[in-house]
C-alpha cells in the first residue's frame, strides 16, 4: 500500500493542472492557512530571473499565507524536490496548517533560502497564481490581493504560451468545474470485526464512538450495519456518503476521524474490508 504526505501549494502549483503535471497523484484536499507568514514574490529564478512565491515569515502572528493542500504520494517527493529546486534556493520544510471546519494539519511545503525584494512576477506565474488561488476557493479578498501584484510581461512569447496551454480547456468550461467539481458521488463502506466478544459492553462501546463520525461536515447518510451473510468473517459495516472527491479527503484528514482511528479503529477492530463506490451506467 502506497504511503501518501501532504503538500501545501502556496504560489503557482495552486493550479491543479501545472501541479498533477509535475506529480500525477496529486489530489486536493481543502484549502489552508499558514500562520505567522506573509506572501512575497521575492525568490529569484535561475531559469528566467524574475520573482516567485515565498511564505516569508513574519513578525505579525495575525499574518497569513492562504493556500491549497494536496495529498501526494510519498514516492514522488523527490519528483516535486526537483521541480521545486529543494537545496536550490528553496528549502522543504514541515508546517502546521490552519483549515476550516478540520482543524489542524501537519504539511511540506517549500520556503525560500534566497530572496530578492527588488523582483517582480512574470504576467504568466502569476497567472497560474491566480487561477489556483480561484480554483481552490480562496477569499475573495485574498485573490484580489493576488490580482493586484505588479508583474512583468515576458517577452518570451513562446514560453508564455508553453506555460499556459495546460489551460487550453473546451469552450464554456471553467477551471474550477474540471479540477474540483466534476467528481461523482463516493459511497465508502467498510465492513469489520471487533476483538470484543460479541454483545459484550466494549462492542457497544465502540460503536456508539462511531457517533463522533457522523459530525464531520463532509459525512453523509452515516449508518451502522450489522452483517448477516454467513459467506463471510465480518459482523458489522460502516456506510457513508461523500458529495465528491473533495469532500471524502477531507473527511479521512479530519481531526475527529484521525483520532477515532487512532484511538478506537486500530486498538478494537481485529480485520476489515473497505470498499468505496462511484455511480456508474454500463453501456
Known amino acids: 500500500m502506497s504511503t501518501h504526505l501532504h503538500y501545501f501549494a502556496y504560489g503557482s502549483n495552486m493550479a491543479v493542472e501545472r501541479l498533477k503535471a509535475r506529480v500525477p ?4 484536499v481543502c484549502s489552508a492557512e499558514l500562520l505567522g507568514h506573509i506572501l512575497k514574490f521575492h ?17 505579525n502572528s495575525h499574518d ?70 480561484k480554483a481552490v476557493g480562496l477569499p475573495l479578498s485574498y485573490i484580489a490581493s493576488l490580482e493586484a501584484v505588479a508583474c512583468d510581461v515576458d517577452a518570451d512569447a513562446k514560453r508564455r504560451a508553453d506555460e499556459l496551454a495546460i489551460y487550453s480547456y473546451p469552450k464554456g468550461t471553467s477551471d474550477q468545474t474540471l479540477t474540483l467539481k466534476n467528481t461523482p458521488m463516493i459511497r465508502h463502506t ?21 457517533q463522533v463520525l457522523t459530525r464531520i461536515p463532509t459525512v453523509r447518510n452515516f449508518e451502522w450495519l450489522r452483517q448477516v451473510s454467513p459467506k463471510n468473517k465480518f459482523d458489522f459495516g460502516f456506510s457513508m456518503e461523500f458529495a ?20 478506537r479503529w486500530k486498538p478494537e477492530v481485529a480485520d476489515f474490508l473497505e470498499i468505496d463506490y462511484v455511480p456508474f451506467a454500463p453501456v
Do not use: M
Open 43 to 59: 525568490k529569484p529564478s535561475k531559469k528566467d530571473g524574475s520573482g516567485k512565491c515565498d511564505a516569508a515569515q513574519s513578525e
Open 64 to 133: 497569513r499565507v492562504f493556500g491549497a493542500v494536496f495529498l501526494i504520494s510519498e514516492g514522488e517527493l523527490p519528483l516535486l524536490d526537483k521541480f521545486e529546486g529543494h537545496g536550490y534556493g528553496y528549502n522543504r520544510k514541515t508546517v502546521l496548517l490552519v483549515a476550516k471546519g478540520i482543524g489542524n494539519i501537519e504539511a511540506q511545503t517549500y520556503l525560500a533560502t534566497k530572496i530578492d525584494p527588488s523582483l517582480r512576477p512574470l504576467d504568466w506565474y502569476k497567472e497560474h497564481v491566480v487561477r489556483g488561488a
Open 190 to 210: 467498510v465492513a469489520f470485526k471487533l476483538r470484543h466478544p460479541s454483545g459484550s459492553e466494549a462492542e457497544t462501546s465502540f460503536l456508539q464512538a462511531a
Open 244 to 263: 465528491s472527491q473533495q469532500d471524502y479527503d477531507a473527511y479521512n484528514v479530519h481531526s475527529e476521524h484521525v483520532r477515532f482511528v487512532e484511538t
Open 25 to 28: 497523484s496529486a489530489r486536493f
